[in-house]
């Protein structure tokens, strides 16, 4: 019997690692988060979602839609309108304190922990228990949780104050809450709420309505007569966002990217072949970087997910074959849907940012192919030492990338090995509970990485309490960890000027200012500039 401590330990280390790092760069300028950091003070601080008044004091962003004479967020309003309450709250307890309204830094700070990072703890929590229903192992339970929740794109965006990992939290609540087939049917209120959150998603990144066409259709395969209620609940989100989209644009329809002010970036949203919104033909370039590629692709930085495209195939073989089919068409979808964006690259960023919302399914997929093993006990050894070892290697890439330098110039085909890595050796560290503590460089993330570790050992060596059985398991999964991180360190071109380049320029506005005697690079800056003021044709974050 397992104690709550025990059971929820995993969960406590992704909390520890949502709250240790802080990577704010506040010259990067960094348009996917400023533009939202902008809207939720303008209306805290002015009453309005015009950003002219707060551009006035906190100086110019990007990503911006024109509408008449006003300035309005060129994103998805879902994370904005998170985020009100607690700038609010934040705004009125520096008051009460004398304090003037909280600057940029104190303003993201909050913004990130209060509407980005708990929210995803709160659902990670309940991921933790619907994903132990399935497996039935608390090792596996531990792997899945701390692979999801800092092993994936659920973590870059997840300490950052952008709506990518709201959406995907969102629409996998909306499933949790919705029933298998063949199970009793649950209240209408929890099938309304399973609708509420499913639309929800679309409200925090309008890329995710593809997934929730597809959740909508699963629900009503397993609910039939009682779809009515999903429906319901679905409707009000739906309503109003378009309600949000007719005061500022006109009609319930017109998205953000019809009116953006920088007309580089409509350029790209508007080509000539494409026929909807930024989409047109694929981009066959798109196919192996977005799912490969150590640069962007989600199967490079999150390698466990393998697991779950495995898991997904078995349950359309085996069963169970609509949860199987549900898992493979988000997957497949998103994919499809990123392969024909005319910027599917997303900018300087960590992954395939924009298809973030199919992640939670895939993990579910890998907890699935687990459970089919039942049973069988090699063939769930061997699956355990393989999710130990995926998911060791998936944090790896993902904890050092988001905790770091969460926004990789597209110079690099390795980023992680030839910036992450070289500005940690050369005393380039983020702010983070280390330097609250008084350290400096890499040796400020020690803290991080040891709860990192130590949660790692909670599940790598499976549920047998034999030492020889755990000893065994935990080597076969660290040898294989090794044997990918290795190879990937070896991935990659050799170094050029357009890399030296963009490393001097991320170095040149680093923050904290750097505390060792390890000289910096010195290259000449970067060809573009993320955010202020970008040249005709540069990509958007």
């Not at 609010?88 to 922990?113: E, I």
């Not at 397993?222 to 429906?231: D, E, I, K, Q, S």
């Not at 890595?421 to 560290?429: Q, T």
């Amino acid at each position: 019997m397992e104690t709550p401590l025990r059971r929820n330990a995993a969960w406590l280390v992704v909390a520890i690692a949502y709250v240790s790092a802080f990577p704010y760069f506040e010259k990067l300028n960094n348009p996917n988060e400023n533009v939202r950091v902008w809207a939720a003070r303008a209306v805290v601080q002015h009453g309005e979602l015009n950003l002219g008044k707060v551009m006035a004091e906190w100086g110019y962003v990007n990503d911006k839609a024109i509408s008449g004479k006003m300035l309005f967020s060129g994103k998805a309003p879902g994370t904005t309108f998170l985020g009100v309450p607690v700038l609010y709250a934040q705004t009125k307890l520096w008051k009460l304190l004398g304090w003037n309204p909280p600057s940029k830094l104190g303003a993201t700070l909050a913004l990130r922990v209060g509407s980005v990072a708990l929210p995803l703890l709160i659902f990670l929590w309940f991921f933790a228990r619907h994903i132990e229903r399935i497996v039935k192992s608390p090792a596996v339970r531990d792997l899945l949780v701390l692979g999801l929740g800092v092993g994936t794109l659920m973590y870059p965006y997840g300490i950052t104050f952008v709506g990518h990992a709201q959406a995907a939290a969102a629409a996998y609540t909306g499933f949790m809450l919705l029933p298998a087939r063949g199970e009793p049917p649950p209240s209408r209120a929890r099938l309304q709420w399973a609708g509420v959150c499913v639309a929800l998603s679309v409200v925090f990144e309008y890329q995710a309505a593809l997934v929730a066409v597809l959740l909508g259709a699963y629900a009503a395969a397993v609910l039939r007569r009682r779809w009515g209620w999903f429906l319901l609940g679905a409707s009000l989100p739906a309503l109003l966002l378009g309600a949000y989209h007719t005061a500022l644009f006109g009609r319930p329809w017109d998205f953000p990217y019809a009116h953006l002010e920088n007309t580089g970036f409509a350029q790209l949203w508007y080509q000539k072949d494409n026929w909807f919104i930024g989409l047109g033909k694929v981009h066959s370039s798109a196919v192996a970087v977005t799912t490969f590629a150590p640069s962007y692709g989600l199967f490079a930085f999150s390698p466990f997910l393998l697991l779950g495209v495995a898991g997904a195939i078995a349950a359309i073989i085996k069963g169970p074959r609509l949860q199987g089919a549900l898992m493979l068409a988000i997957a497949a979808a998103m994919f499809a849907f990123l392969w024909r964006m005319s910027n599917w690259r997303g900018g300087w960023c960590v992954g395939p940012r924009y298809i973030a919302a199919a992640v939670p399914f895939l993990a579910w997929g890998a907890g699935l192919l687990y459970a089919r093993c039942r049973g069988r006990p090699r063939a769930r050894s061997a699956v355990a030492v393989a999710l130990g070892g995926l998911v060791a290697v998936s944090i790896f890439m993902n904890a050092l990338s988001a905790t770091v330098y969460p926004h990789y110039p597209e110079q690099f085909d390795n980023p992680l090995f030839d910036l992450t890595i070289p500005l940690l050796a050369s005393g380039y560290a983020p702010y983070s509970l280390g330097t609250l503590l008084g350290l400096h460089g890499a040796v400020s993330l020690a803290p991080l990485g040891l709860v990192l570790v130590l949660g790692l050992a909670l599940g790598m060596g499976g549920d047998d309490d034999r030492p020889r059985r755990w000893v065994s398991q935990t080597s076969g999964a660290v040898l294989l960890a090794s044997t990918i991180i290795l190879a990937l360190a070896k991935y990659g071109r050799a170094p050029s000027r357009a890399e030296d380049g963009a490393r001097g320029f991320v170095e040149s506005y680093w923050e904290p200012r750097r505390r060792v005697d390890t000289p910096p690079s010195f290259a000449p800056p970067a060809p573009a500039v993320p955010g202020a003021a970008p040249p005709p044709g540069s990509k958007p974050r």
